[in-house]
C-alpha cells in the first residue's frame, strides 16, 4: 500500500496531536508515503502558524522544521495536474490546496495500477471528495 498524506496528516507527524500515532502507525507499514509538492510549503505555514499563536515554542518550531525539511526527500512528493485539481474544486466545493493534493493522489494512483494508494487527510470535506473518487480512507474513524 501506497499512503498519500495530506499536510493535516504530514503535520501529524512531526508535531504531537490527536491521532499522531495513528498516523505513526499508518506510515511504519506502508510501502512508499506521498504527498504533493506544495505539502513543503504548507506544513511550514502550518508550523509558522502555530508558534505564532503561541502553541509552539520558537525552538521546537526550528526544531521540527528542520527536521521536517531533513526528510522531504523521504517522501515521494508529487506534481498536479491544475485543470483536475480545478475541476475538483466545483465538483466538490473543495477548498484549492486540497483540490490539489487530490489532483495529486489520483495521478498517483493513475500511475500505480494494482497497488492501492490509501488516502489520509483529518479534513471531512476532503475525505468525503477522497472517498468518493474512490480512494481507500486512512482517517480517524474509519
Not at 40 to 62: F, I, K, Q, W
Not at 72 to 98: C, M, Q
Not at 100 to 128: M, P, Q, R, T, Y
Request: hydrophobic share 45%.
Amino acid at each position: 500500500m501506497i499512503l498519500y498524506l495530506d499536510t493535516s496528516s504530514l503535520v501529524k507527524l512531526y508535531v504531537e496531536e490527536v491521532c499522531s500515532d495513528t498516523v505513526r502507525q499508518w506510515v511504519e507499514s506502508a510501502e512508499a508515503v506521498a504527498t504533493c509538492r506544495v505539502a513543503y510549503p504548507e506544513m511550514l505555514s502550518a508550523l509558522t502558524r502555530r508558534h505564532n499563536r503561541g502553541d509552539l515554542p520558537r525552538e521546537d518550531c526550528e526544531v521540527v522544521a528542520e527536521c521536517f525539511a531533513g526528510e522531504w526527500e523521504h517522501f515521494v512528493a508529487l506534481d498536479f495536474d491544475e485543470i483536475e485539481a480545478g475541476h475538483l474544486v466545483r465538483k466538490y466545493g473543495l477548498r484549492g490546496f486540497d483540490a490539489v493534493h487530490l489532483a495529486a493522489a489520483k495521478l498517483l494512483s493513475n500511475d500505480c495500477g494494482a497497488i492501492e494508494v490509501a488516502f489520509s487527510s483529518f479534513d471531512n470535506k476532503l475525505n468525503g471528495a477522497a472517498e468518493a473518487e474512490g480512494f481507500a480512507l486512512l482517517a480517524a474513524g474509519h
